[in-house]
């Protein structure tokens, strides 16, 4: 069973970059596609980019032009860019396939835009 660890958070001033790192437990080739989510304070998980092994991307519209989710297969690793970071993207991130696999949840990483 697959397991993710999220490493990369931290507290940014807004306008600031953060590249947040996704580690599985175990290949993830077989997961077509690999997907960042974030849960803010009093609201639902989200999606905000998701990532076919082909190489297609899909982006939320509040992260569009901002965020930019990869993957590195051969490392087991999904990576997501952040640019340009506004107080609303203030949240935990994670990271897991889509559709999820509810066991495969990690702790998250917590990023903080606020100055």
């Known amino acids: 069973q697959v397991q993710f660890v999220e490493s990369g958070g931290g507290l940014v001033q807004p306008g600031g970059s953060l590249r947040l790192s996704c580690a599985a437990s175990?290949?993830?080739?077989?997961?077509?596609?690999m997907g960042w989510y974030r849960q803010a304070p009093g609201k639902e998980r989200e999606v905000v980019a998701r990532m076919t092994i082909g190489g297609t991307t899909i982006y939320a519209d509040s992260v569009k032009g901002r965020f930019t989710i990869s993957r590195d297969n051969a490392q087991n690793t999904v990576y997501l860019q952040m640019n340009s970071l506004k107080p609303e993207d203030t949240a935990v991130y994670y990271c897991n396939s889509w559709p999820i696999n509810r066991s495969a949840w990690g702790q998250g990483t917590q990023v903080t835009a606020s100055s």
């Open positions: 175990k290949s993830i080739f077989s997961i077509n596609t």
